[in-house]
């Protein structure tokens, strides 16, 4: 019996990203194609074979696949099983399209530490109001996948900024509620996104969504003792919904919000 293909397809709210798509295929098998974005695929079951450039590759679980754009491809299950894959189209705000030759001559990439980032992204962006964290993450992913398409294989050491780490800070502070996207903070900040991400982990020792996330847990249990309910506290301290609240709230206090008030 042929299982039936599962599709889930999106445009987060994320700058960078384009569409994420997620699939479940088994006998579905993709014509020559082009995509006028990069392809940033992993595989979690099954394998896919395809063809770029007139030369035949595959895409295997525990890879990164990375194809460029305009150039073009198919894609077929190598197995009679199927495949099931995730892919996040990538716009030229994060790669540069004159790395496009050496995407074409090495498209797959063996790094596991970057696959284990790509599977965190997917996760972020499937958590409405974590986009901080999801802006986070793939700007370091473009990083690191520049480092491979420059071939720059020995990263240089991150720059301390104590300055720019703590007008980051003052920044958070003063939208706790309101938010603020990574790249707006790095317009106002003049600084690239990911830079501002390493600064300010290497000053505080914690992510910029995640000093933002427990400024806002910290607002809601001083609204909670006061008596707000849950959902009114939500929508005040800047989270998604009550849910989100609830999950991020456990996570740092150790119980629900409304266990809390009582």
Not at 20 to 26: Q, S, V
Not at 81 to 104: H, I, S
Not at 197 to 220: K, M, S
């Amino acid at each position: 019996m042929v299982a039936p293909s599962q599709i889930q397809a999106w445009r987060p709210p994320v700058g960078g990203i384009a569409e994420a798509f997620h699939a479940r295929f088994t006998d579905h098998a993709y014509p020559m194609h082009v995509h006028d974005t990069w392809t940033l695929l992993i595989v979690d079951e099954g394998a896919v074979r395809y063809d770029l450039d007139r030369h035949e590759h595959g895409a295997l679980d525990g890879m990164v696949t990375l194809l460029p754009p305009l150039v073009a491809h198919d894609g077929r299950s190598a197995t009679p099983r199927g495949f099931r894959k995730r892919v996040l189209y990538l716009d030229g705000t994060l790669l540069d399209e004159a790395l496009a030759g050496r995407a074409v001559d090495s498209p797959e990439i063996a790094d596991p530490v970057l696959r284990q980032r790509i599977h965190r992204l997917h996760g972020a962006l499937l958590r409405p109001g974590d986009e901080l964290e999801a802006e986070s993450r793939v700007e370091l992913i473009a990083e690191r996948l520049r480092g491979h398409l420059r071939r720059e294989h020995e990263a240089a050491a991150p720059r301390r900024d104590r300055r720019l780490a703590h007008r980051m800070r003052d920044l958070l502070d003063g939208r706790v509620a309101a938010g603020v996207s990574l790249r707006e903070a790095a317009a106002a900040l003049h600084a690239h996104p990911a830079h501002l991400v390493r600064c300010f982990g290497l000053e505080f020792g914690i992510a910029p969504h995640q000093y933002l996330l427990t400024r806002r847990v910290d607002r809601a249990r001083r609204l909670l003792l006061a008596g707000e309910p849950p959902h009114a506290v939500a929508a005040r301290t800047g989270f998604y919904d009550q849910s989100h609240l609830t999950r991020h709230f456990k996570r740092v206090v150790g119980t629900t919000p409304a266990r809390y008030a009582a």
